[in-house]
């Protein structure tokens, strides 16, 4: 299936989201997650939100770029002393106004990443604070409002039940509707992404784990200042070499989102076929 049917139109890097795969439904439940958070808080429907380095939107499960705009941004040497490469790599690509798209690759592209618990927990506590930019503002952002969302409404319920507040407006109908209008993102991202609805249930887990494993990143890139991983020692900000200089002519066809990409004859006789299944994330499946 074609990206688009326009050849004109295909972006210079595309990401695959995968389906993860794991014999523990915990597992799945957790580890989904990233595909919810990036449908469901990425605005890559914008055509402004595209331009904007934070909101690339690059899984290192599947990528695929065009020649010139990957040797324009360095190439993952560029980002060689990140953790997170591939988000690096994918806000150094829109930095240089080239065009980023994520692919919904369910049923068609899946992935284990983690075996247990464990694992996944450990990934989470190294990956986390890089992935916010090692910022602590956007950090307590994400926390205060994950818990606002998805976990002072369910406890709201809860002290309401026990309490005097049991059928009233405020300590029962306004939380349970914050908590149904919050799931409703999660039902709608297990639906595109291809997961069974009943992992939606385990929502307020997975985020309450989400929360624990982003403080839990924070004390300790806050107490170490960096990370070792696989022999190398890694900052909690991104450190990238300088971007190169480029222009136009030094990128040929490659063109950012202030005009259509031209592709060259031979690209477009070979006009990208995606993996079976795949498509291009639209404005509504969110």
């Known amino acids: 299936m074609r990206l688009q049917g326009n050849v004109r139109s295909v972006p210079d890097a595309v990401s695959v989201l995968p389906t993860h795969e794991s014999p523990r439904a915990v597992v799945r439940a957790q ?6 958070a990036a449908l469901a808080f990425v605005p890559s429907w914008l055509p ?34 990140t953790l997170g490469e591939d988000v690096a790599l994918g806000r150094r690509l829109v930095a240089l106004g080239l065009r980023v798209r994520p692919l919904n690759g369910a049923r068609a592209v899946t992935c284990c990443p983690y075996a247990s618990a464990g694992e996944l927990w450990r990934a989470n506590v190294r990956n986390l604070v890089p992935a916010l ?23 709201a319920v809860v002290v309401g039940l026990t309490g005097d507040g049991a059928g009233t407006l405020g300590w029962t109908w306004l939380p349970l509707a914050e908590l149904a209008l919050g799931m409703a993102s999660r039902v709608i991202a297990d639906r595109v992404t291809g997961y069974p609805r009943a992992l ?32 190398r020692r890694y900052a909690a900000s991104e450190e990238t070499r300088p971007v190169p200089a ?41």
Do not use: K
């Not at 402004?48 to 040797?71: E, M, N, Q, S, W």
């Not at 307020?204 to 004390?219: D, E, Q, R």
């Not at 005009?259 to 006789?269: C, D, I, K, W």
């Open 31 to 36: 580890a989904l997650i990233q595909n919810w």
């Open 48 to 81: 402004a939100a595209r331009r904007v380095p934070l909101f690339a939107t690059l899984h290192g499960a599947l990528v695929a770029i065009r020649a010139a705009a990957y040797d324009a941004a360095g190439g993952f040497e560029a980002v060689r002393d």
């Open 200 to 231: 939606a249930l385990l929502h307020p887990l997975a985020i309450a784990a989400l929360v624990a494993m982003t403080l839990a990143s924070a004390l300790r890139y806050g107490c170490r200042g960096d990370v070792e991983w696989r022999g």
């Open 246 to 286: 480029w222009t136009h002519s030094t990128l040929g066809g490659v063109q950012g989102d202030e005009g259509a990409s031209v592709l060259t004859p031979a690209e477009q006789r070979a006009a990208p076929e995606l993996t079976p299944g795949a498509e291009e994330l639209q404005p509504g499946h969110v």
């Open 133 to 155: 930019c090692g910022s602590g503002a956007l950090l307590l952002l994400a926390v205060s409002s994950l818990a606002a969302l998805y976990l002072v409404p369910p406890v």
